[in-house]
């Protein structure tokens, strides 16, 4: 059985101010719920505050994003090492705001996450179609070159702390979910790629999460999947009673 992960991205939202409140609000809300692994990935300047109020808890901290380069002249970059040295556990590489907006190509991802992995962070990759592409009957063939280039020259063993997340991009802050089924479908894929990477041992350990719209209301159908190991959840994470009945699906 793999444990799932309910995580927040919190994108460019919340001010330190905005994130503590958030946890002092949240932690009460989840404190007697081990059940799950949860995540926050808040912006970079509030990562301190994070941390510092999840202090004597289980609960994660990621990045939403960082560059593989160790350190040096990089404007507006932030580095593996500088996330750890925060008290980071987890970042999100290859998400599809940073694909869209910024520039990320499936070979920026890999080669971010071989640093990641290095650093002893857990990734979270992104990966999911566009419209276009799933209406063309694209979707498994985008996702499998998505999860092969970003895989790449990682072995099983590094990958294990590796995590995914299926996040169809026409689902993303459009109010539209993929079905369960849909989902499920897309994670055998990922994982069966993942399999041909890293071994069907690391692959079948690897948590796949979901992304795109998880809500109070269409999170326990989502969870039920036994193929869903967890949420990555934009929107409905920035409120603590919403965030946390998710977190109760
Ligand atoms: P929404 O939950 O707002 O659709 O965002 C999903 C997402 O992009 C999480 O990374």
Redesign the pocket.
Known sequence: MRRKLIAA?W?MCKTPDLAREFVAAFLPLVKDHPRDDIALCPSYVCLPAVVEALRDTQIGVGGQNMFWEKEGAYTGEISAAMLRAVGCSHV?IG???RRQYFGETDDTVNRKLKVALAAGLQPIV?VGEVLEEREAGLTEQVLERQCNIAFSEISGVEAVPLIV?Y?PVW????GKTATPQMAADAHEVIRAQAAKAFGEETAQAMRILY????KPENANALMSKMEIDGA??????LDPKSFSAIVHY
């Open positions: 991205n994108k999100i998400h599809s705001e992104c997340a996040e689902a993303i802050g459009t992304g795109g719209s998880v990555l959840v934009g929107g409905a994470s």
